[in-house]
């Protein structure tokens, strides 16, 4: 029998402890397949966050390291600065990244550290039960916002692609989106050029932001869930590339 | 040099291969020595955002197997507490020095010994331990730094260095010199790249029942082989001694001068200074309390070490407290008077309360 479609070696065989809908596996999947297609895999060191993904070593089967709650980017700078032949990526949902460890995000980009983020936003802090990101959108209900957010008092909705775009240390970020098979595809590419750029020596930091479903915490199903990224998080958080 | 150059450059001798940090008066010379030295060897230095951050730029160096280090002052310190303990629980090297200044708060910038709790106690959330060494002159700061390094990757534990803000600032002579280390374990937990063997996981996480419990148990053995093989602490003239003082640090150096005056006076003096102030010299001193003698701790705080010298005599001779807080530093005039009221029958509180 002719094999079509087999997992990739980096993806290990393991149980998956997401929630049904969860996005975590799909982005696990598309960063294998690119550490795999672009052969890095001896050489590629990831870091897993405080949040759902914190298990992420359990999937990808390159070495990892779990750090503190927001910090993956100044271990990452620890590592590159010390190991510049490697490939480093953190893996960072957007409680980790742009709440509790918006500082050392903006200043690894603004140092141009020479590394790739891969930036879950799924608008709401997951693991602990749904509570308010700095990326849950205006009117929307969480464990924190129970009449939904509101600006005054909650704050607006954080973009921190846009705000990294501006620095000149920023040399890519992409926007993308998980709600349909074209947008995985598109993810997929933006994951792969943003490891290239690391593998090529590109002067610089680059961030793909994932827009990712969290149907337990939304409670939607997850069909739905797809569906309310694709008309109501992408109106707050537009999808494309913002640089590079 | 000033000691805050001379333990920068020892840790160049000692292999050093990144240095982060942020800076924060009175350790200023370190990151500037750094940023100049470093790159020289074609090491890393990198200026951080934060002290947070320069704590997790070691974690990151320190998990691939590098040896990394960060310096600060007693409020950067406190920021770098959360990764203190993320280090004890993956179980990775790091040097941390820290040029203690006055306390709470932004205090002052003058010579202090407040973190002596921080350090040896904890600071961080966990049961754990970090490796502190306390030198009290130029020379012993900057030979402490191949020790700490050697410490830690022989533990794989955090070590502290606990300096002053006059430690770090006076000058005196020093032999900076590379020395044989020890023989340390190969780092095959380091993340190098899963090339050719399974994949290295650096984490302090274990969600499923008992496995903290257990890798506590396993942080404490560790911890004891550390108590039970790595105290330092010198003594001096401790036999006859009628009154002991234990001081460390720049503390002790004023105590040797206040002792030596005492021994001119006809006053049976004698110090203790630990150097590793976790582990804690408690068997020295527990010895040196089984013949009844007077025990004074000299300190730049309240009273914090006290306290273990306290557990250490375990009741079995008063101790007693002198200290200055906040940036102040006793004379040693302050200190022999100390000792004058405490051994001379006339003016004895210990012997008018029949202790004596």
Not at chain 1, 144 to 158: E, N
Not at chain 2, 260 to 277: F, N, V, Y
Request: charged fraction near 20%; glycine fraction near 10%; aromatic fraction near 6%.
């Amino acid at each position: 029998m002719k094999t079509v479609f087999a997992r990739t070696p980096t993806l290990k065989d393991w149980p998956t402890h997401y929630c049904p809908g969860c996005g975590h596996g799909i982005a696990h999947r598309l960063i294998a397949e690119v550490i795999d297609e672009l052969g890095i895999h001896d050489r590629t060191i990831g870091i897993a966050p405080v949040g759902c993904a914190v298990l992420a070593y359990d999937y990808l089967d390159v070495d990892m390291v779990e750090v503190a709650h927001g910090r993956a980017p100044a271990v990452a700078t620890g590592m590159k600065r010390t190991n510049p032949e490697m490939i480093i990526f953190s893996y960072q949902g957007d409680g980790d990244l742009a709440a509790i460890g918006t500082a050392e995000i903006i200043h690894a980009a603004h140092r141009g550290e020479q590394i790739t983020v891969i930036f879950i936003n799924n608008a709401v802090f997951g693991m602990t039960g749904g509570q308010m990101a700095p990326t849950t959108v205006l009117g929307q209900v969480t464990a924190t916002t129970q009449k939904g957010r509101q600006a005054v008092g909650d704050g607006y909705p954080l973009q921190v692609a846009e705000l990294l775009a501006v620095l000149p240390g920023a040399i890519y970020i992409e926007r993308c989106s998980l709600h349909n098979p074209a947008e995985i595809r598109k993810t997929r590419k933006a994951i792969k050029h943003a490891f290239e750029l690391q593998v090529g020596g590109a002067q610089g930091l680059s961030m793909v932001e994932i827009l990712s479903p969290c149907p337990t915490n939304w409670r939607m199903t997850p069909a739905k869930a797809m569906q309310w990224i694709e008309n109501e998080l992408t109106k707050t958080f537009p999808l494309g590339r913002l640089k590079g | 040099m000033c000691g805050n150059e001379a333990l920068a450059e020892a840790a160049v001798i000692a292999g050093v291969d990144a240095y982060f940090g942020y800076p924060i008066t009175p350790q200023n010379e370190i990151p500037a020595y750094m940023s100049r030295r470093m790159p020289e060897e074609g090491r890393v230095f990198v200026q951080c955002e934060s002290e947070l951050a320069a704590i997790n730029m070691v974690f990151g160096a320190s998990a691939t197997g590098k040896r990394a280090m960060t310096s600060s002052s007693s409020p950067g310190i406190s920021l770098m507490q959360e990764g203190i303990s993320y280090l004890a629980g993956a179980e990775l090297p790091a040097v941390v020095v820290n040029v203690m200044r006055g306390g709470p708060g932004l205090g002052n910038i003058a010579p202090s010994q407040g973190d002596y709790f921080q350090a040896a106690k904890g600071g961080g959330h966990g049961d754990y331990r970090s490796i502190v060494l306390g030198p009290s002159g130029v020379q012993e700061l900057a030979d402490c730094m191949p020790l700490a390094f050697d410490l830690a990757d022989q533990y794989r534990m955090t070590v502290i260095i606990l300096a002053d803000g006059m430690l770090g600032q006076m000058m005196e002579p020093v032999v900076l010199e590379k020395k044989p280390g020890r023989k340390l374990p190969p780092k095959d937990w380091a993340l190098t790249g899963a090339k050719g063997r399974a994949q290295n996981i650096v984490r302090s996480l274990w969600l499923k029942e008992g496995v903290v419990e257990q890798h506590n148990y396993e942080l404490q053995a560790k911890y004891e082989q550390v108590q039970k093989n790595e105290v330092l602490c010198e003594q001096y003239q401790v036999d006859d001694a009628e009154i002991v003082v234990v001081a460390y640090g720049i503390a002790a150096r004023i105590v040797r001068s206040a002792v030596s005056k005492a021994r001119e006076e006809g006053i049976k003096g004698g110090w203790i200074r630990p150097i590793t102030l976790w582990p804690f010299p408690t068997e020295q001193i527990s010895r040196a309390a089984e013949d009844f003698k007077i025990f004074l701790t000299v300190e730049l705080s309240c009273g914090q070490m006290v306290e273990d010298v306290r557990l250490a005599v375990a009741g079995k001779a008063p101790v007693l407290f002198y200290g200055r807080p906040g940036g102040g530093v006793p004379t040693v005039e302050e200190i022999l008077e100390r000792i004058r009221q405490l051994t001379i029958p006339e003016t004895s509180e210990l012997h008018k309360s029949g202790l004596r």
